[in-house]
């Protein structure tokens, strides 16, 4: 954890990688909606992905989060700030819990050590900005802050055919079937023959 040494050769060209999918764009969009859903007592994070990270770290402004989404049913009893790092990750991993209790899909949730090592805060930002767009989408009442800031989710649209409906449905040739008008096979000859062709 903290005591690990520098990344040199692959493993540095990696983390490269991945520290290059962070948007510090939507870092500001998420400071700003986590200010927003959970009010001012959360405070404010340096800029920059470093003090993103130092903001997050402890798993309690998550919980704040995640809670604020569910006001009548809190999924985090107890949150508790401590400086102790396997508390810091308990804390984390129970917002990853009601994230995924939530509606997040599995693919969407970060790793407890992207966050707390700091390996994939992209994959932080991912998992929050997942959270924000199922926020926006339920229209429960629990979201605040501009709904423009996360993109909704696509909602299912059922439809409701009557017996009549569905009957007739089954006389309709779809032009995606084609068709054989015309067609014959005149002048086809057995699989590997050569055609014959005669000049007149």
């Not at 200010?35 to 798993?59: R, V």
């Not at 299912?156 to 032009?175: A, C, D, M, T, Y």
Request: hydrophobic fraction near 30%.
């Amino acid at each position: 954890m903290s005591n690990r040494g520098p990344a040199y050769g692959f493993s540095r060209e990696m983390q490269n990688k991945i520290d290059k999918k962070y948007d510090p764009e939507l870092e500001e969009t998420l400071v700003e909606w986590i200010k927003a859903q959970c009010g001012s007592s959360i405070g404010q994070p340096e800029p920059g992905k470093t003090g993103f990270q130092n903001w997050l770290k402890d798993g309690c402004v998550l919980s704040e989060l995640i809670n604020s989404l569910n006001p009548h049913n809190k999924p985090i009893k107890s949150i508790k700030s401590s400086g102790m790092a396997f508390k810091q990750m308990e804390q984390i991993s129970l917002f990853l819990a009601a994230a995924e209790t939530y509606g997040v899909t599995k693919t969407d949730i970060f790793q407890t050590v992207d966050l707390y090592e700091g390996k994939d805060l992209a994959a932080v930002q991912r998992t929050l900005a997942a959270l924000g767009s199922l926020a926006v989408t339920k229209l429960d009442g629990t979201y605040k802050g501009d709904p423009n800031w996360f993109h909704k989710k696509a909602q299912e649209n059922k439809r409701e055919f009557s017996e009549e409906q569905l009957n007739e449905g089954k006389s309709v040739i779809g032009l995606q079937m084609g068709t054989n008008k015309g067609a014959s096979q005149a002048g086809m000859r057995g699989y590997g023959q050569p055609r014959q062709i005669f000049d007149p």
